[in-house]
């Protein structure tokens, strides 16, 4: 069974470029989830989709937007990049829904620099 | 605010001894506990997880522990070995399944040979 698949794995971008990023979770999963690595910030929530709606939503300003496809994939844009946007990104999946402890499995991440 | 905490940055155990990483929480409807480990340039793996209706759960080396009235969680490694060494980190979330996963910042351990 494959795993949570993002793409690219690395990239370097220029302040006030925009970028997108892909998941493709695993096989069957709904739910996907964006989070922010930075050193000595742990994991930051940015934002989760299920069933192509946002569910819910960090505290991160507007130039970080998302979405989800029908077939479950995701995409995050982040525009009008900054030097402090540079970071791990880590995307999630799981079944969502209600079903109790769904366990959230992770991707390796695309780690973004902005120069 | 932070909800999640892991009041130790970094700890450092011998191989063969007992690892034990500790984290506290605030929300009181956090009822699912997860325990994360992450090498550097990779993400997350899943390690094991525990819910509100039990105190303990154990899975080979790794187990967990939940106290519920301290809002606190530990989790044990025995024996420690080095390639345990990574950041751990724990989450949680309710058991619904609705509301986001929030991190600990994570607790570095090194297993010295």
């Known amino acids: 069974k494959a795993g949570v698949t993002q793409t690219p794995r690395y990239l370097i971008k220029t302040r006030g470029q925009q970028v997108t990023l892909s998941c493709s979770p695993i096989s069957g999963h709904r739910s996907v989830s964006w989070y922010q690595q930075t050193p000595g910030q742990g994991l930051q929530f940015l934002f989760e989709?299920?069933?192509?709606?946002?569910?819910n939503k960090g505290n991160f300003p507007g130039r970080f937007s998302g979405r989800q496809f029908s077939n479950s994939r995701s995409e995050m844009n982040v525009s009008t990049l900054e030097l402090g946007d540079s970071a791990l990104y880590l995307c999630?999946?799981?079944?969502?829904?209600?079903?109790?402890?769904?366990?959230?499995?992770f991707g390796e991440g695309s780690w973004l620099t902005v120069v | 605010d932070q909800q999640v905490k892991q009041n130790s940055p970094s700890l450092s155990v011998q191989e063969g001894r007992i690892s034990i990483l500790n984290c506290d929480y605030t929300n009181s409807m956090f009822d699912y506990f997860l325990w994360y480990k992450k090498y550097p340039a990779e993400g997350p793996t899943f390690l094991i997880s525990?819910?509100?209706?039990?105190d303990k759960n154990e899975d080979g080396r790794f187990t967990v522990f939940l106290n519920k009235s301290a809002k606190h969680l530990s989790l044990h490694i025995v024996p420690s070995q080095p390639g345990d060494s990574a950041v751990y980190f724990c989450a949680a979330r309710d058991l619904s399944g609705n509301t986001p996963l929030v991190f600990g910042k994570g607790t570095r351990l090194s297993v010295i040979a």
């Open positions: 525990i819910s509100s209706i039990k």
């Open positions: 999630a999946s799981s079944l969502g829904g209600v079903t109790p402890g769904n366990t959230i499995y």
């Open positions: 989709y299920f069933s192509e709606t946002q569910r």
